[in-house]
């Protein structure tokens, strides 16, 4: 699935620009904005800013899923990370 962006460490407004970009120029009807950990409440901004500010009025969040994922840290102890997929949608 090539429509959903990962939220890291890029600057704040590449992420709103790559979801704006998705609605606009790729002409998606529905994206899923992904974040682990510590960049959730960012995932949750780029949302936000995507949704009201540039698009208002054409896409709305459709979903929002949330959960933990366990993996291995460098030191080889199990870690649980909480995870959210935020899917937004073209208005119909």
């Not at 606009?24 to 992904?34: G, L």
């Not at 929002?64 to 990370?81: L, W």
Request: glycine share 6%.
């Amino acid at each position: 699935m090539d429509n959903a962006i990962f939220i890291g460490t890029k600057p704040f407004m590449n992420y709103v620009t790559a979801v704006v970009m998705q609605f606009t120029t790729k002409n998606a009807s529905e994206i899923i904005v992904k974040a682990r950990g510590k960049f959730i409440s960012r995932a949750v901004d780029v949302s936000e800013v995507a949704t009201k500010r540039f698009l208002e009025g054409q896409v709305d969040v459709k979903n929002i899923s949330i959960d933990s994922e366990e993996f291995e840290n460098k030191e080889g102890r199990q870690v649980r990370v909480s995870t959210i997929e935020i899917t937004l949608g073209r208005r119909q």
